[in-house]
């Protein structure tokens, strides 16, 4: 059973910048893509961004787009998520998660980790 434990989150200014990190372990870990979430408090989990494993093409939700920037390594199974720019709407706990097969980059992921908070101060 593979495991996804994130780390990097913490407390920065508007403007500021993060980069979380994903790293996989356990099991067999052959992903089809690998995406982001997050959840602010009293809102619905959201997607963010995705990495589909196979050629490391990348997708955004429109409101992180030219700010946050996720990429995989492949040889140490980590994928990470380098947010610059970072606004006070952007406050919540952030996950990432394994989606095994499908085309879809947003929806229908396997596993999840456990999540890292995110705060940004005004």
């Known amino acids: 059973q593979v495991q996804l434990v994130e780390s990097g989150g913490g407390l920065v200014q508007t403007g500021g910048s993060l980069r979380l990190s994903c790293a996989a372990s356990?099991?067999?870990?052959?992903?089809?893509?690998m995406g982001w979430f997050r959840q602010a408090p009293g809102r619905d989990r959201e997607f963010v961004s995705a990495?589909?494993?196979?050629?490391?093409?990348?997708y955004y939700t429109d409101s992180v787009k030219g700010r946050f920037t996720a990429s995989a390594d492949h040889a140490k199974n980590t994928v990470d998520l380098q947010m610059n720019d970072l606004k006070p709407e952007d406050t919540a706990v952030y996950y990432c998660?394994?989606?095994?097969?499908?085309?879809?980059?947003?929806?229908?992921?396997?596993?999840w980790g456990q999540g890292t908070q995110v705060t940004v101060s005004s």
């Open positions: 998660a394994e989606k095994s097969r499908g085309r879809d980059m947003i929806t229908s992921y396997d596993v």
């Open positions: 356990g099991g067999s870990f052959t992903p089809h893509t």
């Open positions: 990495v589909r494993w196979s050629d490391d093409y990348t």
